[in-house]
């Protein structure tokens, strides 16, 4: 009972904000409905006002035509005026008002042709009826003067040209759509996207998905009624039944498909009833399959005690279905049955015959899309569906069986349904060769289905490693022939999967005694051959991946033999002569890509091994660290830069210079350290300099992007100093002093960049002042971050944060300036807003307490959205925001049940700030809808960004998939993991409530699709879940909410179904 | 005036108020350490981390289930005695603040160091050196702390694979699996969890009748008894290790303390004034 309540109060609070949420929407969408009735009927009568006064003038065009003088005078006016501008009607338009403008050129060629065939000799008229229907761009005008040349009035032809007349949308719409015969009304007028007055034309055709929708939503309430009898009905039986013996209720089973097999018959005699003659005959199948496995295995019906007759009952009621669905001949029904008969042999006990016999029902369904190889579905139900019997079956098995029972027979059905599926798989490509993403999913879930299957039978030994090669040498040759046939999509897909195949086979080796770092050196060996492999024959997707495989086990590897050396010290292993030789052999392998390059062999890719290079030398220096006390180390590290520095000079690739710098990245933290600040003045440190100083001096000889300049020495020697002087006097006073003085010279800096005199080394002033905001960073994440230092309830370490995002801001801010044409330019400084925002993230994760962190993201999201808006040069502050937006949202799906805490106060808990942040996501969706009706100019980036241009642009193109969708789906997460599994059906079918009234005010129709979806499954969950394991009490509310919420849809559906309209094309 | 001069006047206003109130502070370590700012990154590792735990759909049964299984395979027996009753009253107290529904218990153990450990379930072992050591408050806090990782599900997380593995059957795979998740994955985060514990631990003593400043009082304690304390940069070390940093845990929790204790002048709790074996009189 304490239970209950519990679950009620919980449920109680969001319950009612959610219900308040609801009937709030509710209100605003009746009174924003009620406006729009309002004026559509406005419109309707403005309409109608229109068409009658344009036929007036029509007539009264006719009537002076005929009152006139021949036609010689008017061919002069119409030749010379543009013929496409004629003021649309809007009796005469059918698509919404974006395709009133694309109505328009024909809406002219016709009513010149109806004025022609009024006027012109008899001769002539049958010229338009000919010519205006086929819309030709090209034709049309000819089409309208040849007619109008002779007899247009010139009341048809208005002075102003249009620009809408273009051959493309004089294609947009058929001739034929516009029939009355119109002229030019009073005004221009562009209609709503209402049902046309004059509905001369045909209504597109619904999409099956809007059919599928009006039936569900439409027959909600008759399909619950029809539910509710036959339930009524079944319980009668049931009844019934428990009067009669086991072989009787078979009996009855057996009869009551014999009936509807009937009436199946009997619906067959009309045409129109075959479609449910054949499901009803699908049904009776059903239920005798049902009947024959509940003889067999429920006690209550089992009369069958022998095995054989067991099976041979089973087996024909699968033969009888199989046969059915055979016979039915559609695709639909043969995968009903195929999933049905499998869905019944799971109900046997798991031997030997069950799975024999799922193999043939499932082999022949994948095989009789060899036949019809448009039955991708067939195939895909045929392998799911047997997919999930062998997991069944396995799972159920006796772990005491023989290995051949429990493993290799499994495995030779595995074995032969994934080689039948497969050739389908080819055949179905062969027959269609081009790339559909269907026919790429269904091949990819075929291998993956199957492979997942084969991974439950791991028999050790070699067994695993053996058939994962096998697999792997399989496939690559399959997809060598796919390539030779041309189908290169198949042959790059499995070409990736043979290659995932081997790499699994390698890991398989850790049975055998291998270590960490040696399995991952074998793991990359596939990667390396199939990237010398592919690489002969050009570039690809193939050696896209091989080569980050190569990259990714190169520096897996040198993690790995860190871990080693950090766990048995250096001189217990050989980790540093395998980091030496992995340097080596990434080298050998960059060298010998780039001699090919050289040599212009095919058009091969730099392989930028020089930088995992590096970043193995980046390894190595943080191993080393660890012995840091030894004067060896730094002339290890320095040999270890001789080497690709010698490298570099003797071969030059950017990928080289980019592995040196994350050497040198790595190795900058350790000098500091050793320059000590640890212990100054020592060899170590002195050495350390040298190793830091030589490689860089050289890479700046060779080639990096530095130019001399007369102040650049003397510049960078007192930037240097401002810095070391800075730390060395105010650091025994606080250790953040530093810090702050760093970022107000950070600040001068850039100052100083501005005034007249330092014109000339601008560029230079700010590179120094940049680096010297660098060096805040760095000393920030190093040393403030452990700072708990504060000044009242204020951190001053969240402090010193905070006046950075100023700084920076005040960066970003100057950085951006005006180009000539207007646009706003961002250079590289322009980063400083990431910077700001990366600080501001640091502040959030430190200083706000952890239920609070998805509110505050969400803020800062409301903030960036504004700032963006308001600040063009920063605009892409709104992309951040919809990131910040997301990152508050996973938060409140993944970790508000979490986030457990000791408090009882409402507002120390996670569920109740993850609420309020749903909430306030909802209210972001509502101003991001009013930012996106604004037009926005441009979106400045720094280079490297222009994915945000992509979002910003796509987040008000598509606003509620961006913005509103997420918060759903998080609400749904949200709602699974917060609260009680008991209620957790009415809240989600309180949700597809929410979904599907913002789908009607927004008149968003994947939303509304989306909340139908999950009213169906929301639906399967109360029947299989709710109906078996809930509490009686909690169920039968969990019913009558449920069921409230259903009828409340049903009644909205009914009630706003004007705009369920399928839109029209275009709009 | 300028718009742009007013922005520096106040940013260099900002700057020297900051600046005059970090004066007036303790100066505070210059040791680099990437110890917090590891710490930090893994957050989003966690992040995820859950998402995959949530995903794997466990639930507490399972958890109840996994810590029994390891207790059972463990060398630990519990002690009987004093001390045991003495610790399992600190715990009982402090579970009446806990959401999950386990029956939270403590056991005594013998180790040779002092130390605490939870296991999912709901079941703490402590070693009778640590009763030693600290002060009923303390104790109380580095309790709240193993609680904290029970809440907070990271026993469970540790052994995700493994639950659900067993779920299809197929112990071998989930082991290897979470071994792998564990080698490349929860190095990135686990002073992350350590230091969500702490905060658990944290608001559990301010729920209490315990002195919020136990929790820094216990971490100065063992501090003192770590021979390794840190010194110099060591990328490595510091990402390998489990727990953040002793000091700046110590220094971190002194913090909050003294600022709870400033907004609480006339608050009345329990500050232990010896080792609790001590002062007890256990034997």
Not at chain 1, 218 to 236: H, R
Not at chain 1, 557 to 584: H, K, Q, R, W, Y
Not at chain 1, 873 to 898: E, K, N, T
Request: glycine share 8%; hydrophobic share 55%; net charge negative.
């Amino acid at each position: 009972m304490f239970e209950l309540l519990l679950g009620l109060f919980a449920f109680s609070i969001p319950g009612l904000l959610l219900l308040a949420f609801l009937w709030m929407m509710s209100a605003v969408s009746s009174m924003r409905i009620r406006v729009d009735l309002l004026e559509r009927r406005l419109d309707n009568a403005e309409n109608e006002r229109v068409a009658l006064t344009g036929q007036v003038a029509s007539l009264s065009a006719k009537v002076a035509k005929l009152q006139r003088a021949p036609v010689e005078p008017v061919v002069a006016r119409a030749v010379a005026v543009p013929v496409a501008p004629v003021v649309t009607p809007p009796v005469a338009v059918v698509a919404p008002p974006l395709e009133a403008a694309a109505v328009a050129p024909p809406v002219a060629a016709v009513v010149a042709a109806d004025l022609a065939q009024a006027e012109a000799p008899a001769s002539a008229t049958s010229a338009p009826v000919d010519v205006v229907p086929t819309a030709a761009p090209s034709e049309a005008p000819e089409a309208v003067r040849s007619p109008v040349s002779e007899t247009a009035p010139s009341e048809v032809a208005p002075s102003e040209p249009s620009s809408e007349a273009t051959p493309m949308a004089r294609q947009a719409v058929p001739p034929a759509a516009v029939r009355p015969p119109v002229s030019a009304p009073p005004e221009r007028r562009v209609p709503r996207a209402d049902p046309p007055i004059a509905a001369s034309v045909e209504p597109p055709p619904p999409s099956p998905w809007s059919a599928v929708e009006a039936q569900i939503t439409g027959n909600w309430t008759g399909v619950l009624g029809s539910v509710a009898v036959v339930l009524g009905v079944a319980f009668l039986g049931i009844y019934a039944a428990l009067e009669m013996s086991p072989f009787g209720r078979f009996g009855l089973v057996v009869a009551a498909a014999a009936a509807l097999f009937g009436v199946s018959v009997a619906l067959s005699q009309r045409e129109e009833w075959t479609a449910l003659s054949l499901w009803v005959r699908s049904a009776a199948g059903t239920i005798l399959l049902m009947g024959c496995v509940a003889s067999v295995q429920f006690t209550p019906m089992r009369w069958v005690e022998s095995d054989a007759v067991a099976m041979a009952l089973v087996g024909a009621g699968v033969a009888v279905n199989l046969a059915l669905g055979y016979l039915a001949g559609g695709q639909g029904y043969a995968a009903v049955h195929v999933s049905i008969s499998l869905m019944a042999l799971r109900m046997l006990p798991a031997t030997p015959l069950p799975l024999l016999m799922a193999t043939v029902v499932a082999g022949a369904g994948e095989l009789v899309v060899v036949r019809n190889p448009t039955w991708g579905a067939q195939l895909a139900v045929a392998v799911t569906a047997f997919v999930g019997f062998h997991l069944h079956w396995f799972l159920h098995t006796d772990p005491s069986l023989p290995m051949w029972q429990r493993h290799y027979l499994p495995v030779a059905a595995l074995v032969v349904i994934g080689l039948a599926a497969l050739f389908t798989s080819y055949r179905r490509v062969l027959a269609r060769p081009e790339l559909r993403p269907t026919t790429l999913a269904l091949h990819l879930w075929v291998l993956a289905s199957v492979g997942a299957s084969f991974a439950l039978h791991d028999m050790g030994g070699w067994a695993a490693t053996v058939g994962l090669l096998a697999a792997s040498v399989g496939l690559h040759r399959a997809s060598a022939f796919m390539r030779e046939r041309g189908v290169a999509w198949l042959f790059q897909t499995d070409r990736l999967v043979s290659l995932a195949l081997a790499t699994g086979a390698m890991a398989t080796l850790y049975r055998h005694g291998y270590d960490d770092a040696e399995l991952i050196a074998l793991m990359g060996i596939p990667s390396l051959l199939w990237l010398v492999n592919e690489v002969r024959r050009g570039g690809g997707l193939v050696v896209t991946v091989a080569l980050a495989g190569t990259h990714g086990f190169a520096l897996l590897f040198a993690l790995s033999v860190g871990v080693e050396m950090a766990n048995a010290g250096l001189f217990d292993n050989n980790g540093a002569l395998e980091l030496a030789a992995t340097i080596a052999a990434l080298l050998a392998a960059s060298a010998w890509g780039e001699a090919r390059a050289a040599t212009g062999d095919g058009a091969l890719p730099t392989l930028g091994l020089g930088a995992s290079a590096g970043l193995v030398l980046a390894g190595l220096n943080l191993c080393l660290f660890m012995e840091a006390d030894a004067a060896w180390v730094p002339l290890a590290i320095a040999g270890g830069f001789g080497a690709l520095i010698a490298f570099r000079v003797w071969q030059s690739t950017a990928a080289l210079d980019l592995g040196l710098t994350m050497a040198l990245v790595a190795f900058a933290p350790n000098a500091l350290a050793l320059i000590g600040i640890g212990a100054p003045g020592t060899f170590d440190g002195l050495l350390s300099v040298v190793v830091l100083a030589v490689p860089a001096a050289l890479l700046a000889v060779r080639g990096a992007p530095w130019r001399p300049w007369t102040g650049v020495l003397p510049l960078l020697a007192i930037g240097t100093a401002l810095l070391v002087i800075s730390w060395r006097f105010t650091v025994d006073v606080s250790a953040f002093l530093p810090g702050i003085l760093w970022l107000v010279l950070s600040v001068a800096w850039l100052e100083v960049s501005h005034l007249p005199f330092a014109a000339q080394g601008q560029g230079l002033l700010k590179v120094i002042g940049a680096a010297t905001f660098g060096a805040f960073l760095i000393r920030h994440g190093l040393v403030d971050l452990q700072n708990e230092a504060r000044v009242g309830p204020v951190s001053l370490r969240g402090a010193v944060e905070l006046l950075a995002v100023g700084v920076a801001g005040w960066w970003a801010a100057g950085s951006a300036r005006k180009a000539d044409d207007g646009t706003v330019e961002v250079g590289l400084t322009g980063w400083f807003l990431e910077a700001a925002l990366a600080l501001l993230g640091v502040f959030i994760a430190l200083e706000v307490p952890g239920p609070w962190i998805a509110p505050a993201l969400l803020a800062l999201a409301f903030a960036l959205t504004e700032g963006g808006a308001l600040l063009p040069s920063q605009r892409r502050m709104m992309a951040w925001g919809i990131v910040a937006h997301d990152l508050a949202l996973l938060r409140v799906a993944f970790l508000s049940a979490r986030l457990a805490t000791p408090s009882f106060a409402l507002l120390d808990q996670a569920w109740v700030t993850g609420l309020l942040t749903l909430l306030g996501a909802s209210l972001l969706f509502v101003r991001w809808r009013s930012l996106a009706r604004r037009p926005l100019a441009e979106v400045p980036v720094p280079p490297g960004l222009q994915p945000l241009v992509w979002l910003v642009t796509a987040a008000r193109a598509w606003t509620s998939a961006w913005l509103l969708y997420p918060v759903f789906a998080a609400l749904a997460v949200y709602l699974a993991w917060t609260f009680s599994h008991g209620v957790l059906t009415f809240l989600w079918m309180s949700e597809c409530f929410g979904m599907f009234v913002c789908a009607i005010i927004l008149r968003d129709e994947v939303l509304r699709r989306i909340a139908m979806l999950g009213v169906v499954v929301v639906l399967g969950r109360l029947m299989i879940y709710d109906l078996r394991t809930a509490d009686v009490l909690v169920r039968a509310l969990v019913f009558l909410g449920s069921g409230g919420l259903l009828l409340a849809i049903n009644a909205l559906y009914h009630r706003f179904r004007d705009r369920f309209a399928e839109p029209t094309e275009g709009s | 005036m300028n718009g742009r001069i007013v922005g520096l006047i106040l940013l260099a206003t900002v700057a020297a108020a900051l600046g005059f109130a970090a004066s007036q502070r303790d100066p505070g370590s210059d040791r680099p350490t990437l110890n917090p700012a590891l710490e930090l990154a893994g957050r989003p590792v966690q992040l995820v981390d859950r998402a995959v735990s949530q995903t794997l759909g466990m639930d507490a049964l399972d958890e109840a289930a996994l810590g029994r299984e390891i207790l059972a395979r463990s060398p630990w027996r519990e002690l009987p005695g004093p001390r045991q009753d003495a610790v399992r009253a600190v715990v009982a107290e402090l579970a009446k603040g806990a959401h999950k529904p386990f029956d939270y218990r403590a056991f005594l153990v013998d180790e040779p160091y002092p130390n605490a450990f939870a296991m999912p379930g709901g079941v703490v072992l402590v070693t009778r050196p640590l009763l030693d050591l600290l002060a009923e408050d303390e104790l109380a806090s580095v309790l709240a702390h193993e609680i904290g990782h029970v809440e907070l599900s990271h026993g469970l997380d540790a052994a995700k694979f493994e639950i659900a593995a067993k779920k299809l059957k197929v112990h071998e795979l989930g082991a290897i699996a979470d071994l792998l998740y564990g080698v490349f994955v929860r190095h990135a985060y686990s002073k992350a969890a350590e230091a969500e514990a702490d905060d658990y631990a944290f608001e559990a003593l301010v729920a209490s009748r315990w002195d919020p400043g136990a929790q820094a009082r216990a971490f100065g304690r063992l501090l003192a008894l770590d021979h390794d304390a840190p010194g110099g940069l060591r990328p490595l070390r510091d990402f390998f290790a489990s727990h953040p940093d002793l000091t700046h845990r110590e220094a971190e929790f002194r913090a909050r303390a003294e600022a709870w204790w400033a907004d609480h002048p006339g608050e009345q709790r329990v500050r232990g004034s010896g080792p609790i074996a001590e002062t007890s009189g256990l034997p």
